[in-house]
């Protein structure tokens, strides 16, 4: 499990990784982070391991392409979609791809 959150170092230094959506205005401030002005979200699908692999997939490609702002919650798919974040994001972590200081992750309890 990796611990911490969001902040202003990591999430700047992740926009810095993207320098030709930065000058775009692809990034946005929003509570001091810079945050990507898409993000991806986890709300629909069935609950099953072919939908599973496929939000980890598409967070992953997310992530490397630019988007740095996750939606997720514990209510959506029965827990499937967290987890499937969570997965996506812990091999980003693994790879060196991606830091957790420069994920913002939006999760609702339910």
């Known amino acids: 499990m990796y611990s911490g959150f969001a902040n202003p170092e990591g999430t700047a230094r992740f926009a810095s990784r ?5 000058a ?3 990034f946005r401030q929003a509570q001091g982070l810079t945050v990507s002005s898409l993000g991806i979200g986890t709300y629909l699908g069935n609950p099953d391991d072919a939908t599973d692999s496929s939000y ?3 967070v992953s490609r997310a ?4 988007i740095n702002f996750i939606d ?4 959506y798919r029965n827990q499937r979609s ?7 994001l812990h ?3 693994d790879s060196g791809t ?3 200081d420069e994920i913002v992750v939006a999760t609702k309890a339910g």
């Open 18 to 22: 993207f320098p030709r959506q930065t």
């Open 24 to 26: 775009a205005g692809f």
């Open 56 to 58: 980890a997939a598409s």
């Open 63 to 66: 992530v490397r392409g630019g």
């Open 72 to 75: 997720t919650s514990l209510n």
């Open 82 to 88: 967290e987890i499937s974040a969570g997965a996506a």
């Open 91 to 93: 091999g980003l972590f």
């Open 98 to 100: 991606a830091k957790r």
